[in-house]
């Protein structure tokens, strides 16, 4: 029996319980529906399913939410591309997914807008709308809404990004990172009193200015560090190492992050989450591999099993999360399960297990996979 305290059982209460509902018990049975085996590991903690899918799963009819997590999404650079994004974003978070957008796309504010030969308005201005209405529309009825947007360090509007969140009462339902490759590194290694070039919208480069002055890679640098101290914005989301590692972009081309940057996938894939709770797997000082082994497989499935239960909110996000079959397991407890082993959190021990345990469960992960694709068919 897991023994909560009072603060607990209120956002229990409050967020994920049915009407029905008093005790987790009783949620871990409705949830580990989904896959019954989980029921143990859900009951005692040793395995968390995301919020939506703790919320929304097996409600029968009392909610209906996605069981997802969050969404990352697609727009284009029309003033119709715009608002269907933002439509989609809208109908994403009422049904509790938060959602990442790159607004690369958006042509700059140094270009015209050719249907009406006039200057274009630049990203950050749409992006305040996309803010306004994650603001306005609570996820799932229990949250505000959350955002993630990229912006290339190409994007010619990219000093206004960068500065956009210094005003700490502006754009807070949005997460800001910047797409930086390997390119920008080496310039800043071997050419760091050059000037930056960023490119227009027809492909030409012009060299990036701020109040009209020229501004050279180290300065970039500078301004994008000194930012991320003051405001803790913008991030940093390495785009060479987020394509290398999708294994999807047979598909897409396209590769973003979710809110929180723990999914990075194609547009429309969804983020289908849970954590093994590794202070679980403690027994004594000793970790218990063999149950570890054992939650992996099962925790696999079930989240598999998340996406044939989903209740997606738009079909194209049905369609792309079908299609690529996307999970997200991850791990919690890890500074308590080396407290439990008597193992020094910034030792080289606890640097070697947490490779050890990572590594394991991934591995563990795709062989469980592979015994899906025997079993179901290939995705």
Known sequence: KVNMDASVEKLLKDRYFLTNETTWSELAKRVSKIHEPMLPYIDGMEFIASSPTLM???TNGERFGTLSSCFPMNITDSIDGIFDALKESAIVTKMGGGVGYDFTILRSSQEVVK????????PIPFINIFNAMLDGIQQGGVRRGAGMGLL???????????????????IKRFNFSIKINNEFYQKLKKEPKSIWQVILKDGSKTDLLD??????VQQLWELIIENAWKVAEPGIFNEDIAFDRCTVTN?????????????????YASCNLGSINLS??????????ERYTQLIAHSTRFLDLVINQNNFPIPKISEITKSIRPIGLGVMGLAHCLYLKGVPYNSDRAIRFTDEVIRYMTLCAMRESVELAKEQGPY
């Not at 797997?281 to 218990?288: A, C, I, L, R, Y």
Request: proline content about 6%; aromatic content about 8%; charged content about 25%.
């Open 56 to 58: 929304n799963a097996n």
């Open 251 to 267: 598909i897409s081309k396209t590769v973003l992050a979710n809110p929180c940057s723990e999914f990075v996938n194609i547009p």
């Open 211 to 216: 109040d009209g002055k020229p501004v050279t």
């Open 152 to 170: 290339s360090i190409y994007h010619p509007d990219i000093i206004h990004f960068i500065r956009a969140k210094e005003d700490l009462n502006k």
């Open 280 to 289: 679980k797997m403690v027994d004594g000082k000793k970790f218990d591999w």
């Open 115 to 122: 249907t009406i030969n006039r200057q274009s308005s630049g």
